[in-house]
């Protein structure tokens, strides 16, 4: 069993703000391309619960031309 060592005081917050640059760090384009990456892989589970995702229509020739 793993065990968590309680930290308090000075050192709590410099591992908390070190925690913290690490995670503002990432650039936002990276952060884009994982939440675009994780759609593309839901959308591939055909046992998808709740409301679905409308797919928009493709680029057809207008049938009034």
């Known amino acids: ?4 060592e309680m930290v308090e ?9 070190d925690a ?4 503002v760090s990432v650039p ?7 939440i675009e990456e994780q ?9 998808k ?3 679905k995702r409308k797919v928009k229509p493709s680029a057809s020739p207008d049938p009034a031309v």
């Open 28 to 34: 936002h384009a990276d952060i884009k391309k994982r």
């Open 1 to 4: 069993m793993r065990t968590t």
């Open 49 to 51: 619960r709740g409301p």
């Open 9 to 17: 005081g000075p050192e709590a917050w410099t591992r908390f703000r």
């Open 39 to 47: 759609r593309k892989q839901a959308a591939l589970n055909p046992n």
């Open 20 to 23: 913290m640059k690490k995670v």
